[in-house]
């Protein structure tokens, strides 16, 4: 059953599974605490996802003290002194009471088990995350003053800023993505030393930056955790695009912040996700993301024209190139990378739509071509709108509308997710009498290209149309 300690808000709660490994560890005589964002989360009145605990056992302690109570237990983390285990639907990590610091030349942790919980406390990232609730008694233990820091919404660190962020650089990109889930602001002592100590967080592998990236991205004030990234410095080794775009700026203002207006269509984007029954439910990293680099080809592709007028040609590809090396570098997967980059290379399509009309060819090639990142695709477009032109506002918007509108009736009427050839390669190759090979491609791709143009058409039309174009390659 849920349980609610008292003194917490409503809205927050805790499985029964923490009674009963409080009892559990209490009747082995050690020590267990949960700690961290699970302890945060229940001031802040929500339910946590995580479980962490902390505990004076060893992990052979750990092990022996959950057999026969935990449904399974793995032991992955033992050499940093964590032991997972699994009750039920819930899911643990219990950690021996520890110290860890970085060597300045290593990537990897140097782990020395305590015994004490207050030198636990002492080393975690910041005062909201190190407190603790002794189990199980739930007594709160809070000597950084994480709950008056909480209320404040300050980021402090238990230790000297210089200390937290040298035992685990990485410290500094969570700064930056609590200050987007949380909306928290950093202290200035905490500011001063991220600014200092950026470049170490070039110790840190790609794969741990990746993840307190797309936490950021996914959080509630993402362009707020963005902002400090870039202020910091931090954004200069792990994101340098995005600070690059300040250098589109110059001193005549002759055109609009490309920075203040990327993270404005971020938060744009934002506004735009669905909930989960919806086409594109939030928080949606590869919508955010995208909104997030689409321009971020600008200052390669600048350039000033006679009467004082700045161009940017072909920023969308030269960006869309740039944010597939950045997202690489990071190691994201490829279906991430290629939503992403998709939707930051045709995020101009658009454009001239509402001056010059389109044909029902072009309408299906903007479908065709976004595939299955058209709900996306309007939403980047929608959100790419930020000028305080109002009069240019509502007829982009309008347009819009128009735009979508012939899609939805395009789709109705010939069904455009689904657009294929009038003919199939069987077909093709019955109806021309060859073999598999180039010459099957390049029919298919012929008739594809008539579709697009022509609309669907009937088979024995379809068939003269490839024995004349056949016929003309003779």
């Avoid at 993402?222 to 410095?233: K, Q, R, T």
């Avoid at 019955?430 to 143009?453: D, K």
């Amino acid at each position: 059953m849920p349980y609610l300690p008292s003194g917490f808000p409503d809205g927050a709660w805790l499985p029964d599974v923490v009674v009963e490994l409080g009892e559990l560890f209490a009747a082995r005589g050690f020590e267990l605490s949960l700690v961290g964002g699970p302890v945060r989360d229940l001031f802040l009145g929500r339910t946590s996802p995580d479980l962490d605990f902390t505990t004076d056992a060893t992990p052979d302690q750990i092990i022996a003290t959950v057999s026969g109570w935990a449904e399974a237990h793995w032991d992955i983390g033992r050499d940093f002194g964590t032991i997972g285990l699994r009750k039920g639907q819930d899911t643990i990590e219990v950690t021996t009471y520890r110290a860890e610091a970085y060597d300045p030349t290593s990537r990897k942790p140097q782990v020395n088990f305590g015994t004490d919980l207050g030198e636990d406390l002492v080393r975690r990232d910041f005062t909201v995350n190190a407190m603790a609730l002794k189990l199980p008694s739930f007594e709160l233990v809070d000597p950084h003053s994480g709950v008056s820091d909480l209320h404040q919404r300050v980021l402090r660190t238990p230790a000297t800023p210089q200390e937290s962020f040298s035992d685990d650089p990485l410290r500094m990109m969570r700064a930056a993505r609590f200050t987007s889930q949380l909306g928290m602001e950093v202290a200035p002592e905490v500011r001063e030393a991220m600014i200092e100590m950026a470049a170490r967080v070039e110790i840190v592998s790609a794969e741990r930056v990746r993840e307190e990236l797309v936490k950021l991205i996914c959080g509630v004030h993402p362009s707020a955790g963005i902002d400090l990234l870039v202020e910091s410095g931090l954004a200069e080794i792990m994101l340098p695009e995005v600070p690059a775009l300040k250098l589109t700026d110059d001193e005549h203002h002759r055109h609009k912040d490309v920075y203040q207006h990327s993270l404005k269509v971020l938060e744009q984007a934002c506004s735009l996700e669905t909930d989960d029954d919806g086409p594109v439910p939030g928080p949606d990293f590869v919508l955010r993301f995208a909104a997030l680099m689409h321009d971020v080809g600008k200052p390669k592709t600048r350039r000033f024209e006679p009467g004082g007028g700045v161009s940017f040609r072909h920023h969308d590809v030269v960006g869309a190139k740039q944010t597939r090396r950045r997202m690489q570098a990071l190691k994201f997967d490829k279906a991430s990378i290629t939503a992403v980059c998709l939707l930051v290379e045709l995020h101009m399509r658009f454009y001239g739509y509402g001056d010059q009309g389109w044909s029902d060819s072009a309408v299906r090639r903007y479908v065709t071509d976004a595939g299955d990142q058209l709900q996306r695709l309007h939403r980047l477009t929608r959100s790419d709108v930020t000028t305080r032109n109002r009069k240019k506002a509502a007829r982009l918007d309008h347009a819009y509308d128009d735009l979508e509108a012939r899609i939805a009736e395009l789709a109705e009427r010939e069904e455009l997710d689904r657009i294929r050839p009038h003919l199939d390669g069987e077909q093709i190759m019955q109806v021309l009498g060859i073999a598999p090979g180039p010459e099957v491609g390049q029919a298919y791709r012929f008739l594809l290209e008539h579709r697009m143009e022509h609309g669907p058409v009937p088979q024995e039309q379809a068939v003269q149309i490839l024995k004349e174009w056949s016929a003309a390659q003779q």
